[in-house]
């Protein structure tokens, strides 16, 4: 599998929204679960969203309710959608893979997830 690749990130002010997209390269939706992490400076890297493999999707409590992660399986595509930003949302963000265990995408920990992208920057800031 080749290296997810993130984009959509930018700067946008408190209450806005910010949708990112994920490029699979190669980590197909038959061997690979998806998810979205984020990492604050002098913070630990951090779930945001992982894909289910029932379609409802997994979330870090920071962003109940206000984020929603979705694919497009012929696109080969992983998206996050973004709505009422705060500051506490700036970070690098970061789509990631991890090879399909046995039984499914449920959600899974950060460790599994093996195959990082580069990053895409979201600043919420007045």
């Known amino acids: 599998q080749g290296q997810p690749a993130e984009s959509g990130g930018g700067s946008v002010q408190p209450g806005g929204s910010l949708r990112l997209s994920c490029a699979r390269n190669?980590?197909?939706?038959?061997?690979?679960?998806m998810g979205w992490f984020r990492q604050a400076p002098g913070k630990e890297r951090e779930r945001v969203a992982l894909l289910t493999d029932d379609g409802r999707g997994e979330y870090g409590d920071p962003v109940k309710g206000r984020f929603t992660i979705s694919q497009d399986i012929a696109q080969n595509m992983v998206y996050l959608q973004m709505n009422s930003l705060n500051p506490e949302d700036t970070g690098m963000y970061y789509c990631a893979a991890a090879r399909r265990p046995a039984f499914g995408c449920l959600p899974l920990s950060i460790e599994f997830f093996t195959n990082w992208g580069q990053g895409t920057q979201v600043t919420v800031s007045t």
């Open positions: 190669g980590n197909t939706f038959a061997s690979s679960c």
